[in-house]
């Protein structure tokens, strides 16, 4: 009896074991496949899709943050521009015209939540993401079509970043650089040349992707403004 005794507590100890290490087979099956879904997850940002359902990620996720300038201002009826700024004294770090009518993204701010995807298909890992130069733009989900990173800004965009040199958040309409009459510039074929100007956080997620978000100052509720950079591989 004694050998038999011994032969069945040998035989637990090894289905003990055995159950030991598929429980760990198991959970490491389910670490392998979390794995592979934190690596698609840059493929479900088209069409703003990504930060749709993400929305707002927490602070302790987040690589870096820090706070930048932004303008968008362009006449009602032509296109609008979008500039970031880190220093208001100093020419745009990401200049870029959008696809889309000033007139078009007033409509959108006013259902109080936009959210502006900027999507880049560049090869070069040595490149910083603000110096892609191609980037396919979308609106609320929608795409609105492609744009090209400008390397210098116009006389006319200088014109207004210029006028709003003293200006750190605000929104209004601003004398066209054709004319010094408010007057004229109302009746000008493009409309009335409008800005919005707010200080952004910006969060730096890693080379490949970084965020804007819109500061609400004394925590007023307004209009919900994200930015998204995202360069696609």
Known sequence: MPPLKEAQGLMHSLLRQTASEDKKTKLGGGGGRILKMFKLVPMLSTGCKMVALLGRPH??????SATTTVTLFGHRRGRVSLAIQDDLACPPVFFIELPMLAGVLHKEMASGLVKIALESEGRTPRKKLTEEYVWAVYCNGRKSGYSIRRKHCSDDDMYVLQLLRGVSMGAGVLPSPSSTDHKETAAAPDGE????????????GSKDSEALYMINPDGNCGPELSIFLVRMK
């Open 59 to 64: 602070k302790s996720l987040l690589a870096s």
């Open 193 to 204: 040349l409008t800005y919005m100007r707010a200080r952004f956080e910006r969060v730096m």
